[in-house]
Nanobody, 125 residues
């Protein structure tokens, strides 16, 4: 059982920055990737970023603007969000498990996934 808690969301002006954090507790494996999806109202859940050991992955819409990092000792993952745009407005969810592994296209080790409660990011024009 894994619990994930996101923090750091808020309201920011276009062009600004936010830093999201995700703290994991319970059974989690360092060999498994951790990452972020987001969901805007009326839209599906979109892949944002992930970190598998030291290898980062990014969705096309955030490449060059967002940076993911992972602290294995503290069992946390962070998302530095720069040059934010109104289109980035969404609820951001931290995740580990099968959906993320399939998103990355590599070996799928998990049989289920875990999600945080989400943190709201709102970017104003």
């Amino acid at each position: 059982q894994v619990q994930l808690v996101e923090s750091g969301g808020g309201l920011v002006q276009a062009g600004g920055s936010l830093r999201l954090s995700c703290a994991a507790s319970g059974r989690t494996l360092t060999s498994n990737p951790m990452g972020w999806f987001r969901q805007a109202p009326g839209k599906g859940r979109e892949f944002v970023a992930a970190m598998n050991w030291t290898i980062p992955y990014y969705g096309d819409s955030v490449k060059g603007r967002f940076t993911i990092s992972r602290d294995y000792a503290k069992n946390t993952v962070h998302l530095e969000m720069n040059r934010l745009e109104p289109e980035d407005t969404a609820v951001y969810y931290c995740t580990v498990g099968i959906r993320l592994e399939k998103q990355l296209g590599g070996v799928v080790r998990s049989t289920r996934d875990y999600w945080g409660q989400g943190t709201q990011v709102t970017v104003s024009s």
